[in-house]
């Protein structure tokens, strides 16, 4: 069982927009601006998406935006596009002594 | 650009240690800055966090994985490196190794994972 929460899978239309959710608790998601999402395409390295909470490393589409409220960080892909198809992977440093913790993983599909 | 590259073998007998190396290349790993991070993938699931390393050779690892593994650093090489002792078949998976940025004042926090290796196959198997 994975230390954060996500859907296991989402799914949209060529377009349109999806929100990816990432649940955790006060020690980690809540208590720290840490979050980080990644993208992970079949047999690929994953791929850094947004970095503390919201930001955009250079070269990722202003379509991947990020945010957070309480524990739970989310994920918003808009006009959604066939290669954005993948897993997608939440994280967080978190305060226990595990440091850093992911999220299961989310399944796009895009329809 | 900075990359890294895995090495190692990629069977590796059980009870038998586990040894990685990432070779960083486009950037010296004792610039600061970033900690160097090991993480796993078992097939067909999730991403594991190992553990990572600051250049001055500071570590942090996965309480459930603590006892077992050793990261360290080589800082005239550019490398650093991964081993896992007795290993069993639960430890077969890819294995990546990864650049975290540290950008705040919480230690030992960094912000995200920037720049991958391609990642590394290992297979417990006798």
């Known amino acids: 069982q994975s230390a954060l929460t996500q859907p296991a899978s989402v799914s949209g239309s060529p377009g349109q927009s999806i929100t990816i959710s990432c649940t955790g608790t006060?020690?980690?998601?809540?208590?720290?601006?840490?979050v980080s999402w990644y993208q992970q395409h079949p047999g690929k390295a994953p791929k850094l998406m947004i970095y503390d909470v919201s930001n955009r490393p250079s070269g990722v589409s202003n379509r991947f935006s990020g945010s957070k409220s309480g524990n739970t960080a989310s994920l918003t892909i808009s006009g959604l596009q066939a290669e954005d198809e993948a897993d997608y992977y939440c994280?967080?440093?978190?305060?226990?002594?595990?440091?850093?913790?992911f999220g299961g993983g989310t399944k796009l599909t895009v329809l | 650009q900075v990359q890294l590259q895995e090495s190692g073998p990629g069977l590796v007998k059980p009870s038998q240690t586990l040894s990685l190396t990432c070779t960083v290349s486009?950037?010296?790993?004792?610039?600061?800055?970033?900690?160097w991070s090991w993480i796993r993938q078992h097939p067909g699931k999730g991403l594991e966090w190992i553990g990572y390393?600051?250049?001055?050779?500071?570590?942090y690892y996965n309480p459930s994985l603590k006892s077992r593994v050793t990261i360290s650093v080589d800082t005239s090489k550019n490398q650093f490196s991964l081993k896992l002792s007795s290993v069993t078949a639960a430890d077969t998976a890819v294995y990546y190794c990864?650049?975290?940025?540290?950008?705040?004042?919480?230690?030992?926090?960094?912000?995200?994972?920037?720049?991958w290796g391609q990642g590394t196959t290992v297979t417990v198997s006798s």
């Open positions: 990864a650049r975290d940025i540290i950008t705040g004042s919480v230690v030992p926090a960094a912000c995200g994972m920037d720049v």
């Open positions: 390393i600051y250049y001055s050779g500071s570590t």
């Open positions: 006060s020690s980690d998601v809540g208590g720290y601006n840490y």
């Open positions: 994280s967080s440093y978190t305060s226990s002594s595990t440091y850093v913790v």
């Open positions: 486009g950037g010296s790993i004792s610039s600061g800055g970033y900690y």
